[in-house]
């Protein structure tokens, strides 16, 4: 059966894409829903303050199961209990909750010092009716409010990723003059993509390395003034195969700004100076700069693997791996243990159920760059128990997955490793594998489940 063939046959018996949440049950999907997308989003940017106009439990429920899955991260000033809410009730389904509404906003403006405010509306105001813009438009000479309709039955949190940023373009973004040599950052969704934070920091020195600011958004000080650069742009990364191609095509039709996609945020020398010369054939950046930054940085990070090298060649050589993780980690973490490394991918299950449409691309870059004969099976499956079962009686001996994997680790014979969400069992704060760098702390965090005396 060829790779085509069988992820295809495998997808038929995952939840289907066009339903997100699916019909029936699911074990522990790795991923909230859309109001959590849109809620991890706005945390993401600093000044911006968060309002959920939802029921009581929806914001403790996002704490515990997007932001401390997210690395054991806390929500900052304005998240988890400090998040207003209308904290919407049976009542309110009756009678409407539009008065409720007006009175968070009211009190928040007042309490909360930010830039600006994202009102995200949950499952109860979906079903109840509520004119949330007319109540918004009451306050519009007062404050910034950016209005994202989310509910949960939506999707999940990349669905609310996109909705965030639909919602900004509509409503706050106006055309600027295009500032060369600008780029925005963008398919880097905040918490679902546990090493986000890291990750954005990367990308923003490296290509500042060859002379280009990046617009990462994102943990930036001024993040709200970030977004509204965004139409300044001369071009548009999207640094993953699915997430964040809405945002970067609304942007496109509204301010004509390009955009260059790539599978996922790179990971080792090998696929980050790919990035590099890729962004710098696009924006005109001269050869022999990036050359340069390529050559240095090449040259220390092959110098640093070479001290892996006999626990590498000793201890795990050309050993199978899998892999449960969304669609950008698996891409990232397979074609870096298989080009750099020598390792042998067996099976990647991927989690983030992303849309059928995007699915064969996916595919394409877990597959077409790996320099190796033996290609992986590849499963999307977004229940936990059955990605659990499918790694039975397999050959491999290392597992890159999310911590839910952690306990069946043993019982597989595999050296587990944290590379998705949700990470409850390490604490991330700047840490990622992004980039030359962190190419070398992959290594590292695998070695060191089985390094000692030789």
Same mark, same amino acid.
């Given at each position: 059966?060829?790779i085509k063939?069988?992820s295809d046959?495998?997808?038929n018996?995952?939840i289907?894409?066009?339903?997100?949440l699916?019909t $029936?049950?699911?074990?522990a999907?790795?991923?909230s829903?859309?109001?959590?997308?849109?809620?991890?989003t706005?945390?993401?940017?600093y000044g911006?303050?968060?309002l959920?106009?939802?029921?009581l439990?929806?914001?403790?429920?996002q704490l515990?199961?997007?932001l401390y899955?997210a690395?054991?991260?806390a929500?900052?000033p304005?998240g988890g209990t400090?998040t207003?809410?209308?904290?919407l009730?049976?009542?309110?389904v009756?009678? $409407?909750?539009?008065d409720k509404?007006?009175?968070?906003i009211?009190?928040?403006?007042?309490?909360?010092?930010?830039?600006a405010f994202?009102l995200?509306?949950?499952?109860?105001p979906?079903?109840? $009716?509520?004119d949330m813009?007319?109540?918004?438009r009451?306050?519009? /000479?007062?404050v910034?409010i950016i209005?994202?309709?989310?509910?949960?039955?939506?999707?999940n949190s990349?669905?609310g990723?996109e909705?965030?940023?639909?919602a900004?373009? #509509?409503?706050?973004?106006?055309?600027?003059p295009? %500032?060369?040599?600008?780029?925005?950052?963008?398919?880097?969704v905040?918490?679902?993509?546990i090493?986000w934070k890291?990750?954005?920091?990367?990308?923003?020195t490296?290509?500042?390395?060859?002379?280009?600011?990046?617009?990462?958004?994102?943990t930036?000080p001024?993040?709200f %003034?970030k977004?509204?650069e965004?139409?300044?742009a001369e071009?548009?990364?999207?640094?993953?195969?699915?997430?964040?191609h809405r945002?970067?095509?609304k942007?496109?039709?509204k301010?004509g700004?390009p955009?260059i996609?790539?599978p996922?945020?790179?990971? $080792?020398?090998k696929?980050?100076?790919?990035?590099?010369r890729?962004v710098?054939e696009?924006?005109?950046?001269p050869?022999?700069?990036?050359?340069?930054?390529?050559?240095?940085?090449?040259l220390?990070?092959?110098?640093?693997?070479?001290?892996?090298?006999?626990?590498?060649?000793i201890?795990y050589?050309?050993a199978?791996?899998?892999?449960?993780?969304d669609s950008?980690?698996?891409?990232?973490?397979t074609n870096f243990?298989?080009?750099?490394?020598?390792?042998l991918?067996?099976?990647?299950?991927?989690t #983030?159920?992303p849309?059928?449409?995007?699915r064969?691309?996916?595919?394409k870059?877990?597959?077409e760059?790996?320099e190796?004969e033996?290609?992986?099976?590849i499963?999307?499956?977004? /229940?936990s128990?059955?990605?659990? %079962?499918?790694?039975r #009686?397999?050959?491999?001996?290392?597992?890159?997955?999310?911590?839910?994997?952690?306990?069946s680790?043993p019982e597989?014979?595999?050296?587990?490793?944290t590379?998705?969400?949700?990470?409850y069992?390490?604490?991330?704060?700047?840490?990622?594998?992004?980039?030359?760098?962190g190419?070398?702390?992959?290594?590292e965090?695998?070695?060191?489940?089985?390094?000692?005396p030789l």
């Amino acid at each position: 059966m060829s790779i085509k063939e069988n992820s295809d046959a495998k997808t038929n018996e995952s939840i289907s894409s066009s339903d997100p949440l699916g019909t $029936g049950s699911i074990e522990a999907p790795k991923y909230s829903c859309a109001l959590g997308g849109a809620y991890g989003t706005a945390l993401g940017v600093y000044g911006l303050v968060p309002l959920l106009h939802s029921g009581l439990g929806c914001g403790m429920g996002q704490l515990f199961g997007q932001l401390y899955a997210a690395g054991q991260n806390a929500g900052g000033p304005f998240g988890g209990t400090s998040t207003p809410t209308s904290g919407l009730v049976e009542e309110h389904v009756i009678f $409407g909750g539009e008065d409720k509404l007006r009175k968070l906003i009211e009190s928040s403006i007042e309490v909360m010092k930010g830039d600006a405010f994202a009102l995200i509306s949950g499952c109860i105001p979906a079903l109840i $009716g509520d004119d949330m813009e007319a109540v918004i438009r009451e306050f519009e /000479d007062q404050v910034p409010i950016i209005y994202i309709n989310a509910p949960g039955f939506n999707g999940n949190s990349y669905e609310g990723y996109e909705l965030f940023f639909e919602a900004l373009i #509509d409503q706050i973004l106006v055309p600027l003059p295009v %500032e060369k040599g600008m780029v925005n950052i963008l398919g880097v969704v905040p918490n679902q993509h546990i090493f986000w934070k890291g990750e954005l920091n990367i990308i923003k020195t490296l290509l500042e390395k060859i002379g280009l600011r990046a617009n990462i958004i994102f943990t930036e000080p001024d993040g709200f %003034e970030k977004l509204k650069e965004l139409p300044a742009a001369e071009y548009n990364l999207v640094l993953s195969t699915w997430n964040g191609h809405r945002a970067a095509k609304k942007l496109e039709e509204k301010f004509g700004t390009p955009f260059i996609t790539f599978p996922s945020v790179p990971v $080792g020398p090998k696929q980050t100076s790919k990035f590099l010369r890729t962004v710098s054939e696009k924006l005109n950046v001269p050869e022999e700069v990036v050359e340069k930054v390529i050559e240095e940085e090449e040259l220390r990070t092959y110098r640093f693997i070479e001290y892996s090298g006999d626990l590498l060649l000793i201890v795990y050589t050309h050993a199978y791996f899998a892999v449960v993780a969304d669609s950008n980690a698996a891409i990232n973490v397979t074609n870096f243990m298989v080009n750099e490394l020598g390792l042998l991918p067996d099976i990647i299950q991927l989690t #983030d159920n992303p849309p059928e449409e995007y699915r064969e691309s996916i595919i394409k870059a877990l597959t077409e760059d790996l320099e190796i004969e033996s290609l992986p099976e590849i499963i999307f499956e977004p /229940d936990s128990y059955e990605a659990r %079962e499918k790694l039975r #009686d397999r050959p491999f001996q290392l597992l890159f997955a999310s911590s839910l994997e952690a306990n069946s680790a043993p019982e597989l014979d595999a050296l587990h490793v944290t590379v998705g969400f949700p990470a409850y069992d390490r604490m991330i704060l700047g840490d990622s594998y992004a980039g030359y760098h962190g190419g070398l702390r992959l290594i590292e965090d695998y070695m060191n489940n089985f390094a000692g005396p030789l």
